[in-house]
């Protein structure tokens, strides 16, 4: 990567993917990104120690405070029955918000092993096809999770579920985010 402009990233499409419900955020993304953010879509990395390769469906930056949000994204009917997960009524593998911590503890080290100070960094799902009239309730994912009924007010939504996903970011010094886009 080494794109320095705000904006979401590919510029013109989508990265590659089969998921409708990726395409759906991200054409949203498009038009409702806060102005000034940063966004990557299909972010993908690789650990230099362990070789391990991991993705983000979205990781998201706010250049104001040094902070970025590794998005899940899943399509179809979620919802969570007794402390389980399901996508149209088929249980899945993990949680959404685990498979972004795990790309997050992923994310850490490479800025570890780059010797790169590393942005506070919080994490968030995106159910695009799944409409709800009031957020889970459970602590874990109070405040991160963003339905359908979200996605024309994005632009707003987003600022919110940044500061619940990282509500105290710690101060870095320099042009942070310049470091992050040549990752």
């Not at 960094?121 to 991160?144: K, N």
Request: glycine content about 8%.
């Amino acid at each position: 990567m080494s794109q320095t402009n705000s904006g979401l990233w590919p510029r013109e499409a989508p990265r590659i993917t089969k998921s409708e419900a990726e395409k759906k955020v991200y054409n949203t993304l498009k038009t409702s990104l806060p102005k000034g953010w940063y966004a990557w879509h299909s972010l993908r990395l690789r650990t230099k120690k362990k070789g391990e390769f991991c993705e983000a469906d979205f990781v998201i930056a706010d250049p104001n405070h040094p902070s970025l949000l590794v998005l899940e994204v899943k399509g179809g009917q979620i919802s969570q029955q007794d402390g389980h997960w399901y996508q149209n009524n088929l249980p899945l593998k993990e949680p959404p918000l685990d498979q972004a911590f795990h790309f997050r503890r992923q994310l850490i080290d490479r800025f570890k092993e780059d010797n790169v100070g590393s942005p506070t960094i919080g994490f968030a799902a995106c159910f695009p096809d799944t409409f709800f009239s009031q957020q889970p309730a459970q602590g874990d994912l109070q405040g991160l999770i963003i339905g359908g009924q979200d996605l024309p007010y994005l632009d707003k939504i987003l600022k919110d579920v940044m500061k619940r996903a990282v509500p105290d970011p710690w101060p870095l010094k320099g042009p942070w985010i310049m470091g992050f886009c040549h990752r």
